[in-house]
């Protein structure tokens, strides 16, 4: 059945990669979506494009989750173009490694301002604006329990992460809106593919009882899962879609 008023799904960090399956697939399932994007608008309009191309209805919103003022102008912008916001999906995040003796203050500056702070941002406007019914989805990742060496900084803002997501769906008591996360295993982007060997990526795709790397879709599906009418019981909690590796 159509929805007589599409929701509306604010995705962050979705020009490419996972944000771009979760925007597509989400689409699919009916839901008007924000696509953000930190810089680069081609790709951003050009998933759009896809989007309406197929029936859809999308809006590309520039922001860099990490400027709270940029945050705030972008709900603004859904609330305007749309009436308000449903859900908000946090894809956005970027992954330096190096040792803790060998990472400078830029490398840790830089991620905790995009994947902790800038999620902190989303997760505030969310916690003030969403609509009953509403779903917040965290993209945390599986280096959480994994914790391998060079993953520190990444792995410390992704832990923090998954503590908000518990914390916040506590303080929503009472609003009707779920909160959780989603943990990836190694996925085959270019966040994951950028600078590792062939045979670091043989290694890691073997990793899983599942013999393979995940795909953007696959995380996908888990959103969707979450975002959709069967996940409306699941609150508080962080699923590790990562055939298996933990």
């Given amino acids: 059945m159509t929805q007589q008023t599409p929701k509306v799904a604010i995705v962050t960090g979705a020009s490419g990669g996972i944000g771009a399956a979760i925007s597509e697939r989400l689409a699919q399932d009916g839901f008007t979506v924000v696509v953000n994007y930190a810089g680069n608008a081609a790709p951003a309009e050009a998933l759009v494009r896809k989007i309406e191309a197929a029936g859809g209805r999308a809006l590309a919103a520039q922001a860099d989750v990490s400027d709270p003022v940029a ?22 995040g970027i992954m330096t490694l190096a040792t803790i003796a060998d990472s400078d203050d830029a490398l840790f500056d830089r991620q905790i301002a995009i994947n902790l702070k800038g999620t902190f941002n989303t997760l505030r406007e969310a916690a003030q604006r969403l609509r009953s019914g509403g779903r917040i989805i965290n993209i945390s ?10 993953y520190s900084v990444y792995a410390a803002t992704k832990a923090a992460v998954e503590a908000m997501t518990s914390v916040l769906a506590k303080e929503l008591r009472g609003r009707n809106i779920t909160v959780n996360a989603i943990a990836p295993g190694p996925t085959a982007t270019k966040l994951f593919l950028d600078g590792k060997p062939q045979a670091v990526i043989d290694h890691l795709t073997k990793l899983a009882p599942l013999e393979r790397l995940g795909q953007p879709e696959d995380i996908a599906h888990a959103v969707a899962f979450l975002a959709g009418p069967d996940g409306g019981w699941i609150n508080g909690q962080t699923l590790r879609a990562n055939g298996g590796i933990i």
């Fill in 71 to 92: 945050v705030g102008r972008m709900f603004d912008a859904a609330q305007t173009a749309f009436g308000g916001v449903d859900v908000l999906v946090n894809s956005a």
């Fill in 141 to 150: 990742s599986s280096v959480v329990g994994l914790l391998q060496p060079t």
